[in-house]
């Protein structure tokens, strides 16, 4: 049996600059959709799929997160006072365990790589996984939850989260060079960051959920800059292939940009129409305005 994946990093020390000026003063993860920031969905999905330990790689203006997952009692005291027992057990529920939470500051932005590398103690010497809080995934069985479902049947070794993009925005993406298809999995033989469309061995990005083993750190220590004079996770995973098994995964469900203006409008729709006490209301919001155009 592989080592369990009980321990996930999320790295929350970006900018968020095509958010101004929304985010000048509150972190990008702490956009609501709906009702929830982006970084308590990418933390549920975590708890869902078994994890265990919640890390976070922050950056300067980021306490707001820490808050976030904090508890609160002054809140907590009004909620009890005015009988709201449904809104403070969602409150409670939202906030890890004592001891299963902790933070590392990324003093610099210095790229997706160096902000894994930054939780290199943390982790420690097991399979971890990755979760970019920009992605949000609507699905059955939260995305992680299937990674590693998938990843204990084959026995263990790095995977990725990967989905069919056009071909014109390869660019945009880590692009897989792949090898053998195995139902949903599929052998990883290349790995390209962000290729031009006539450059690009696929069209099978990787977004934003990974599972890694512990030996990805030491390629990260090297902090050799790529793309965008960047440390790439991808450029470290890349000199990983030919060792431990390494495969993407299809996953079950529908991923949302929410790192772009328009792919997080299109997730609060999305996920409104998805709730029971939302979905009527929202129906008819989404007709009268296209009725309107």
Known sequence: MPKKVRKAVFPVGGLGTRFLPATKAMPKEMLPVVDKPLIQYAVEEARDAGIEEFFFVTGRGK???????????????????????DLLEELQASVPKAGTIAYIRQQEPLGLGHAVWCAKRLVGDEPFAVILADDLILADTPCLAQMTAAREK????????????????????????PGEEQGKLIEIKGLVEKPAPADAPSNLAVIGRYILEPNIFPLLEKQARGAGNEIQLTDALSSLLGGDSFYGMKFDGTRYDCGDKIGFLEA????????????????DIVKKIASEL
């Open 154 to 177: 084959i026995g263990g070794g790095n995977m990725l989260a990967v989905m069919e993009v056009p071909k014109a925005h390869t660019s945009r993406y880590g692009i897989l060079s």
């Open 63 to 85: 306490t707001i997160i820490e808050d976030h997952f904090d508890k609160s009692y002054e809140l907590e005291s009004v909620l009890i006072e005015r009988e709201k027992r």
């Open 268 to 283: 609060n729709i999305a996920f409104a129409l998805n709730r029971g006490d939302m979905r009527s209301d929202m129906r």
